[in-house]
């Protein structure tokens, strides 16, 4: 059964930084039928699409993030991460990891299952 | 503002029928699939139904979806007390290139 197990620091100071990592077990992240996802969710508000990765690099971003947002892939250690660059209190949120569905060579990048048990990331000095 | 829209919130009691709706536009919803996701208090959101109407195993046959143009519902039938959490809608935008989120629907069981 796939299980996804986010990491990194809980309090980053603003203007520096984000960076998570999202450890994948029980499957290959190398896998051609999953594409890897990152959504937040600021306390007592919604969910927010951050982005998303193939394990072949190729990647898609909130338009909203993408000037400060970068996803990569590390197949050797079954792992992706998210860098949030110059961050302010707005970033304060839970972020998800989450994989996507890909079936027939289609993939259905809204279809988040399974999720990671998210991890709170607070910005402040 | 969301790129899709879902009321703040609804009720019903024990046993009733609930909908709660997801309105877009024709570049998410009305040509893309719609998902759905319910979260618990305090724990991570949980796919409720994908590609419009399809029930990943382990969901109730309670839980229902249906889309039609530019808007989508989610029904829940035989409301019960754990149904009581939030819900909501998601879709992939063509012109965003990107997945939106409705703002999210908090369901109240009386």
């Known amino acids: 059964q796939l299980q996804l197990q986010e990491s990194g620091p809980g309090l980053v100071k603003p203007s520096e930084t984000l960076s998570l990592t999202c450890t994948v077990s029980?499957?290959?992240?190398?896998?051609?039928?999953?594409?890897w996802g990152w959504i937040r969710q600021p306390p007592g508000k919604g969910l927010e699409w951050i982005g998303t990765?193939?394990?072949?690099?190729?990647?898609y971003y909130n338009p909203s993030l993408k000037s400060r947002v970068t996803i990569s892939v590390d197949t050797s250690k079954n792992q992706f991460s998210l860098k949030l660059s110059s961050v302010t209190a707005a970033d304060t949120a839970v972020y998800y990891c989450?994989?996507?569905?890909?079936?027939?060579?289609?993939?259905?990048?809204?279809?988040?299952?399974?999720w990671g048990q998210g991890t709170l990331v607070t910005v402040s000095s | 503002q969301s790129a899709l829209t879902q009321s703040p919130s609804t009720s019903g009691t024990p046993g009733q029928r609930v909908t709660i709706s997801c309105s877009g536009s024709?570049?998410?919803?009305?040509?893309?699939?719609v998902y759905w996701y319910q979260q618990l208090p305090g724990t991570a959101p949980k796919l409720l139904i994908y590609?419009?109407?399809q029930r990943p195993s382990g969901v109730p046959d309670r839980f229902s979806g249906s889309k039609s143009g530019t808007s989508a519902s989610l029904a829940i039938s035989g409301l019960r007390s754990e149904d009581e959490a939030d819900y909501y809608c998601?879709?992939?935008?063509?012109?965003?290139?990107?997945?939106?989120f409705g703002g999210g629907t908090k369901l109240t069981v009386l």
């Open positions: 990765i193939y394990y072949s690099g190729r990647t």
């Open positions: 989450a994989g996507s569905h890909c079936s027939g060579g289609i993939c259905y990048i809204g279809w988040f299952e399974p």
């Open positions: 998601a879709a992939w935008d063509d012109s965003l290139s990107g997945v939106v």
């Open positions: 590609t419009n109407n």
């Open positions: 024709s570049s998410n919803i009305g040509s893309n699939y």
């Open positions: 029980g499957g290959s992240i190398s896998s051609t039928s999953y594409y």
